[in-house]
């Protein structure tokens, strides 16, 4: 059996194993997601969800062969992974998060895990490595806001990344992603609407970190002559780009914090014109998948083919922001009728 297939089908096992374990006891512990205003569950929800997808990513990683390999890795995401525990758990101030994410990147790309762009130009090199994994980091944890969402995507990414190290001969790297998807996916059944534990800031910090050293440590540029396989990761983790994009646009433009969490992020909108929560979520992973599929073409293509591919790529939120503005538009006075946003961004 491939080893991928292996950190796969124990990753899973492990986060549908242990995840209700952790859910029991942050009951016992008290450390729950008490209702409010801005949040649609009725009932206080668990928060330590991201142990369930801690430890099928350890589980995967071990079983699949990998561990040693990427020991820098986990040993920076286990930090990323406890300082968004410790804000689950008592807060924590997002200079320190950021602190530490820094630090967390910044000695993986020290340890070698840099972009494989620019290769040459180190002093460019390193800072974009550490922005995109900084970035990715907090743009999984922005996208975490409604029952499913972050986690699903993020098995869809970490499973689009898979499909290109398997077709590239990248079998390490294939398993280390075949572990995020499996954990991902085993934690997901207890977070769909409606939601049994979320992941909190532990959990969605973590899915996001992986991702983004993940997406550097793979190759992509090796097999053909062209640069294009190098905007495959743009493309398949563009949804929550585009999330973490769209709401500090909006929260700068209207002069509010950019920590604060808020109603404005991509789920939401599709909520506020019409959508039900869970067909806001499809609607999401759909668009995940439909874009990231293409970007696992690019490594195939010529300009021509992927010029047109990324044209399409960009169509897509094209028509979500036509969607948008239309529904702003039509809105009744005072604005589009808000339904209550999902769990905490």
């Not at 899973?12 to 997601?33: E, I, N, S």
């Not at 300082?83 to 910044?106: F, H, I, K």
């Not at 398997?166 to 079998?171: D, K, V």
């Not at 195939?300 to 239309?326: K, N, S, T, Y």
Request: charged fraction near 15%; proline fraction near 6%; charge should be positive.
């Amino acid at each position: 059996m491939h080893p991928a297939a292996v950190s796969g089908a124990v990753a899973f096992a492990a986060a549908v194993v242990v995840t209700p374990l952790a859910a029991r006891a942050a009951r016992r512990l008290g450390l729950l997601d008490a209702p409010d205003e801005r949040k649609c569950h009725g009932r206080p929800v668990p928060l330590l969800g991201g142990v369930g997808i801690l430890a099928g990513v350890l589980a995967g990683f071990a079983a699949g062969g990998v561990a040693d390999e990427y020991a820098a890795i986990l040993a920076a995401g286990g930090c990323v992974f406890l300082v968004g525990l410790a804000d689950d758990v008592a807060g924590a101030p997002p200079w320190l998060r950021l602190l530490v994410e820094t630090l967390a990147a910044s000695a993986v790309v020290a340890l070698g895990t840099r972009a494989t762009f620019l290769v040459g130009l180190p002093w460019i090199t390193i800072p974009v490595t550490v922005l995109w994994i900084v970035g990715m980091t907090n743009s999984f944890n922005f996208l975490d806001n409604m029952d499913g969402l972050s986690g699903g995507v993020a098995a869809i990414s970490a499973g689009m990344f898979l499909l290109v190290c398997l077709e590239t001969g990248q079998p390490l790297a294939a398993a280390a992603l075949a572990a995020v998807a499996g954990a991902a996916l085993g934690f997901l059944p207890y977070n769909t609407s409606p939601a049994r534990v979320f992941m909190g800031d532990a959990g969605a910090l973590l899915l996001g970190f992986l991702l983004g050293t993940l997406s550097v440590a793979m190759t992509f540029y090796e097999y053909r002559g062209t640069l294009l396989p190098l905007a495959s990761p743009l493309l398949v983790l563009a949804i929550p780009l585009f999330d973490t994009a769209t709401v500090l646009w909006l929260r700068l433009r209207e002069g509010r914090p950019i920590a604060r969490a808020d109603r404005s992020h991509f789920s939401h909108r599709l909520v506020a014109l019409g959508m039900s929560e869970r067909t806001a979520v499809v609607t999401i992973w759909l668009a995940s998948a439909a874009i990231g599929l293409g970007a696992t073409l690019l490594k195939d293509l010529a300009w021509p083919g992927g010029a047109v591919l990324l044209a399409q790529a960009a169509g897509v939120f094209a028509i979500v922001i036509l969607m948008e503005r239309a529904g702003r538009r039509g809105s009744p006075p005072g604005g589009v009728r808000r339904e209550k946003p999902g769990q905490k961004q």
